[in-house]
């Protein structure tokens, strides 16, 4: 079945620091990808997505490109703010019932 | 895109209750989902919430415990039944609109049960 694994947290770094946070799946055919982002206290946001292989997708300067050969999605940032500690979710969606597939979910703290 | 308004937002309950969850979308969606959300952890899929027919549960969840309903496409409710300390946790509904790829999400309730 489908499944996604991302790597586990928490993540700390500093202030200005390049962050990635990796994302692999397992899938048949071809599902659509996403980042969503938990901030304290709050509800899911979609951060970005890719629908298919080599889109890139991008949004508030993270970003993540859609790799089918290596079955990946990992998220990237050039220079992580305090304001981006979060809990960061990588899921695929199955097209045939839009039902998404979770990863464990990482936990992301950025210090001053 | 699409506003999810999830109410309450939290409540603390006293074991043996039901509590009814709400969600109302601003949009028609085409899919609804309700997931539940245990403290630092990922989210489980309960049920998908199907529009004037019963709601497809996943495994280990039951309709007796988490009925829902969809009367239209633009409105949800869950109710956790006869709760326990075990139901505390955060629930969230979400949608898909049409002609979309991507699931929105309601604010979350966050339950108690004492």
């Known amino acids: 079945g489908n499944s996604v694994t991302q790597m586990e947290g928490p993540v700390t770094l500093s202030e200005e620091a390049f962050l990635t946070i990796n994302c692999t799946y397992t899938?048949?055919?071809?599902?659509?990808l996403f980042w969503y982002v938990q901030y304290p206290g709050e509800g899911l946001q979609l951060l970005l997505k890719?629908?298919?292989a080599d889109d890139k997708g991008s949004n508030k300067g993270f970003e993540a490109t859609y790799r089918k050969e290596t079955t990946s999605f990992h998220l990237e940032k050039g220079s992580v703010q305090v304001s981006d500690s979060a809990v960061y979710f990588c899921?695929?969606?199955?097209?045939?019932?839009?039902?998404?597939?979770w990863g464990a979910g990482t936990k992301l703290i950025i210090k001053p | 895109s699409a506003v999810i308004s999830q109410k309450p937002s939290r409540d603390i309950c006293q074991r043996g209750t039901s509590l009814t969850i709400q969600c109302q979308v601003d949009?028609?969606?085409?899919?609804m989902f309700w997931y539940r959300q245990q403290p630092g952890q990922s989210l489980t899929l309960i049920a998908t919430?199907?529009?004037?027919?019963?709601?497809?549960?996943e495994s280990g969840f039951v309709i007796d415990k988490f009925p829902i309903s969809r009367p239209n496409l633009t409105f949800s409710t869950l109710t956790v039944s006869n709760m326990s300390p075990e139901d505390s946790s955060i629930y969230l509904c979400?949608?898909?609109?049409?002609?979309?790829?991507?699931?929105?999400f309601g604010q979350g309730t966050r339950l108690t049960v004492v």
């Open positions: 949009s028609q969606v085409t899919m």
């Open positions: 979400s949608g898909v609109p049409r002609g979309n790829t991507e699931a929105f």
């Open positions: 919430a199907n529009q004037g027919s019963e709601a497809t549960y």
């Open positions: 890719a629908t298919k």
């Open positions: 899938a048949t055919g071809y599902p659509s």
């Open positions: 899921a695929l969606s199955d097209r045939r019932n839009y039902q998404l597939i």
